[in-house]
Structures are given as structure tokens and as C-alpha cells.
């Protein structure tokens, strides 16, 4: 059953990564078929809203036209969004799916009062406000008609993750594999710093399979060591960071509150550590036989220009906070307005030449949490707070070791990473784990 269900979804995904190659003309193929597949049913709206967030960040060495048409991606969530109204309207659901409505809709409306009163610029604020909106309802009204699928979905998310690093594997040993700066590893997308966001995931998911599964497979064990190997590679500290401590802490609370647990991480102790070697081993073979400079080279990113960087990095990103932090103490109740630049010389916003709408204004926040208190003040962090907690105490409850590990995994990064309201990337499909974990966890869902 599971060998059919990914024959129907490696050609998908490796078609969409394959057009792309013949440059922008590729990508515009790509964006139409995806809103066109998109309006077909919530099932391929899913899998639009997957394959978007992979072929929008695809690596610019690698994909000569990775970049263009890029406002044909709302195409898409719209398409998912008229795929999931269609089917969504006038149904009777349980509680568990109205919480999360329910407290996304009191979080998008603190943001959007507290904008009202306090953006800079509002056409900016309302339209990512909106974008965001739309998006996760989009995902969510799709995930509820087509959540029975959910030996599919699981096949799919797997499929992407493995398909995305088995094809980055060939890549360490080329030059277009560390093309944004000469030496992070990106594999086939844009940058370090997303490849290991997109790993990260992947790995602390992998690290709960390995103590829940009574069986492990060669397969999991060679995908665990090639995430761990390449995550490393990419010197993305943000993920190898979220990925341990969103791992630690998910075992730390199964640990004591569920038997099987705690049976499993003994149980798997010897294979954790055979697996530890031999990752050390590699490390050993790479780098020499002084891991201690293994280390420290990958914390400073290698050598004095890397301590350099790193410094410089840390005076900026300090600024950066601290200017946020001045921004927030003088608007605590409210924010400067969701979406903007702590500056606003330094706010860049394109335009869409038809329509004069804002459908780019990049910010640079380096921790979603920080930058949440600058733009929307008290009021939107703690919304965003019961947002989080609903969600996270449910998987905690009800989801397995891996779905837990991958949750917290996607909110520690945020501290490192503002990426979670950015729906046509990485926050998109960010978004489609957490919404499918949520359901997942409610046994009326489960259980259909």
C-alpha cells in the first residue's frame, strides 16, 4: 500500500523540480499548473501549497530563472482557498477545529486593530495581515475535507524531505552546492540558512520515528545520518539548535508522562550511540582527528574571516534587537504595525505594477517572538502565545514523539528565524505541518 502511494507522488514532486531547470519560462509552467492542479480539489490545493514553498526557494546557482514570476504564487493560495470555501461551507465541526479557527482569528484581529492604530503603512500591514489569513485558512479548510488521507500526507512530507536531500546529496561535492557564499551548504535551495530550517525539521521528526518505531529501517537510519551530515554542512547554528532542543524537550515531557516512552529511549540508547559514532566518525574523516576544531569552526563558520563574520553578525543582529526593543518599549500596547521595518527609511515595498498593490515589502527580523512585540505590541504576542499554546499542548497530549519534536522544533526556530508568517515560503509549509499535526492529534479526525 505504501510503495503505491509513493509512486503517485515522486513523479509530482520531481517533475516540479525538474521544469524549473529550463529557466524563468520553467517556473511560469510550474506556478500556472500548480494554480490550475490547485482549483481541482483540497487534496492537490495541499499539494500546490507543498510544491510552491520548494520551488520558490530553489537555488539560484542551480535554477537560472529561480526568482521569476513570483507574484504568480498568490495565484495558488487563492486557488486552495476556493478549493477549501467549496467544500469547507456549511459542515458541522468538532471543538478541536474551532479552537484553532477560533484563536487564529483572535490573533489575525489583534493584529489588525493594533495596525489600524499604530502602521506606518497600513496598505503594507493589511495586505501581509490578509495574506497570512487567507493562507492558513486556506490550508486548514483543505486539511479538514482531505485530513482521512492521512497515510498519504505522511508519504508525501516524507517524500519531500527525502527528495530534497537525496538530491542536495550529489551537490556537496560541487561548487553550485555552496553557491550564496562559498562555503554553507544549501543543497538545491536558495541559502544555508533554509536548507537548514527545511533539515532541521526533518531531523528532530526523525529522531522521535527512531525511539518510537519497533522496527528500524536502513532507509530511516541512512536519511537520519544524511540530514545530521548535511545540516552540519550548511552551518545553518539556528537549525542544529532548534532541531536538539525541540528533540530534548519533546522527550523530556513524553518521558514523564508516557510509559512507552521512556521504555523506547532505553531501549534505543545503543542505537543512538552506534549512530552518534559514526556521525563523529564522518566528522573525524572531514575535518581531522581534532573534533574540538571541528566544533569550533563550525560555531565561528571556519577560520578568522569566520570569527570576523560572526562577530560583526552579532553587532548587527544586536542593534537590530535592540532597536526593536526601543521600537516596543514605545508602543508596548500596540506595535509600529504588523509587517514593517523597525526603520521606515529602510522599508523597501515593490509594488505590483497593475493593480498598485504591496506584494513585496522583505523585512529583516532575526526572532519572530522579538519582532512580533515591536510590530503588535502585548495585545498580538499574547494572542500569538494562545495560538501556540493550543496547538502545542494538543500534539503534546494526543500526537506521537516525532510530531511533537517537529512542533516545537518549528517554534524554537522562530527564535532564530522570522519566518512563520511568510506563507509563500518556508512559513507555508511550516504551516501545513502544523495544521495537519493539530488534526492529526484529535481522535474524532483521526478515527474517520
Request: hydrophobic content about 55%; aromatic content about 16%.
Amino acid at each position: 500500500m505504501r510503495k503505491n502511494i509513493y509512486l503517485t507522488i515522486y513523479p509530482k514532486i520531481i517533475v516540479a523540480l525538474t521544469l524549473p531547470l529550463a529557466g524563468s519560462p520553467g517556473f511560469a509552467v510550474v506556478y500556472l499548473s500548480l494554480f490550475v492542479w490547485s482549483l481541482c480539489g483540497t487534496k492537490m490545493a495541499i499539494e500546490s501549497l507543498v510544491l510552491v514553498s520548494v520551488v520558490s526557494s530553489l537555488n539560484t546557482g542551480l535554477y537560472a530563472g529561480a526568482g521569476s514570476f513570483v507574484f504568480l504564487k498568490w495565484l495558488i493560495v487563492m486557488g486552495a482557498l476556493i478549493s477549501g470555501i467549496r467544500t469547507f461551507a456549511f459542515r458541522k465541526y468538532s471543538r478541536c477545529i474551532k479552537l484553532l479557527i477560533g484563536s487564529l482569528l483572535l490573533f489575525v484581529s489583534s493584529l489588525i486593530v493594533t495596525s489600524l492604530f499604530n502602521s506606518y503603512a497600513l496598505d503594507v500591514s493589511m495586505f501581509k495581515i490578509f495574506t497570512f489569513l487567507l493562507g492558513v485558512l486556506a490550508i486548514i479548510m483543505c486539511f479538514v475535507d482531505s485530513f482521512y488521507r492521512y497515510e498519504y500526507w505522511w508519504a508525501w512530507f516524507n517524500a519531500v524531505f527525502v527528495v530534497i536531500i537525496v538530491s542536495s546529496l550529489p551537490l556537496t561535492l560541487l561548487y553550485v552546492g555552496y553557491y550564496l557564499n562559498g562555503r554553507g551548504f544549501q543543497g538545491i535551495l536558495n541559502q544555508p540558512q533554509l536548507y537548514g530550517l527545511f533539515v532541521a525539521v526533518y531531523g528532530a521528526f526523525m529522531f522521535g520515528e527512531l525511539i518510537e518505531k519497533k522496527r528500524i529501517s536502513a532507509f530511516l537510519v541512512f536519511m537520519l545520518l544524511a540530514a545530521i551530515i548535511t545540516l552540519f554542512l550548511s552551518e545553518s547554528r539556528t537549525g542544529v539548535m532548534a532541531c536538539a532542543l525541540g528533540f530534548f524537550f519533546a522527550v523530556f515531557y513524553k518521558f514523564f508522562t508516557q510509559a512507552s516512552t521512556r521504555l523506547g529511549v532505553f531501549k534505543k540508547i545503543p542505537i543512538v550511540m552506534l549512530g552518534l559514532i559514526v556521525f563523529l566518525s564522518v566528522v573525524t574523516l572531514v575535518y581531522g582527528v581534532d573534533l574540538g576544531s571541528a566544533v569550533f569552526d563550525f560555531m565561528i563558520k571556519g577560520g578568522r574571516e569566520g570569527a570576523m563574520q560572526i562577530v560583526d553578525s552579532v553587532e548587527t543582529r544586536s542593534d537590530a534587537l535592540r532597536i526593536s526593543l526601543n521600537n516596543f518599549f514605545n508602543h508596548p500596547v500596540g506595535g509600529i504595525g504588523f509587517g514593517l521595518a523597525s526603520i521606515p527609511a529602510f522599508m523597501d515595498v515593490y509594488h505590483d505594477p497593475y493593480f498598485n498593490i504591496p506584494i513585496s515589502a522583505p523585512v529583516e527580523k532575526t526572532n519572530i517572538y522579538i519582532g512580533l512585540l515591536e510590530e503588535s505590541g502585548i495585545a498580538g504576542v499574547t494572542a500569538f502565545m494562545l495560538l501556540a499554546w493550543f496547538i502545542i499542548s494538543r500534539v503534546a497530549r494526543h500526537g506521537s514523539l516525532g510530531a511533537l519534536s517537529l512542533i516545537l522544533t518549528i517554534f524554537i526556530l522562530g527564535m532564530g528565524e522570522a519566518f512563520m508568517f511568510s506563507i509563500n515560503g518556508f512559513g507555508g509549509f511550516a504551516w501545513i505541518l502544523i495544521v495537519f499535526l493539530y488534526l492529526r492529534s484529535d481522535p474524532r479526525i483521526r478515527n474517520r
